[in-house]
């Protein structure tokens, strides 16, 4: 069985950063993508980034890009997300998300993932 458990998320200052991370538990050792996916009140689900477990190969939606990193560890099974230069935008839940077939399709859009988890809360004040 699947499970994913996010954590880290937090109240900070616009300008500031935050590293919310997950961990994720069940899968079938292969190639999997991992990403995670924001949504904010009265709006859909947003992809934010995106990684290939395979390769590392990374992808993120225009509005984070230069500013957010999507990483992984392995040995840990931790997704991680580094936000830097938080904005009043960002403020969202964000899922941790998992593609658990074995197939190389990976990227930003929420239809990617077929397993989610909780959510943990990001909000940034002006």
């Known amino acids: 069985q699947v499970q994913?458990?996010?954590?880290?998320?937090?109240?900070?200052?616009?300008?500031?950063?935050?590293?919310?991370?997950?961990?994720?538990?069940?899968?079938?050792?292969?190639?999997?993508?991992?990403?995670?996916?924001?949504?904010?009140?009265?709006?859909?689900?947003?992809?934010?980034?995106s990684i290939y477990t395979d390769d590392g190969s990374a992808y993120y939606t225009d509005s984070v890009k230069g500013r957010f990193t999507i990483s992984q560890d392995k040995a840990k099974r931790t997704l991680y997300l580094q936000m830097n230069d938080l904005k009043s935008d960002d403020t969202a839940m964000y899922y941790c998300a998992a593609r658990s077939w074995f197939d190389s399709i990976c990227g930003t859009s929420r239809d990617v993932y077929n397993r989610w988890g909780q959510g943990t809360q990001v909000t940034v004040s002006s």
């Open 4 to 49: 994913i458990v996010e954590s880290g998320g937090d109240s900070v200052e616009s300008g500031g950063s935050l590293r919310i991370s997950c961990i994720i538990t069940g899968l079938t050792v292969g190639s999997h993508c991992f990403g995670w996916v924001r949504q904010a009140p009265g709006k859909e689900r947003e992809g934010v980034a």
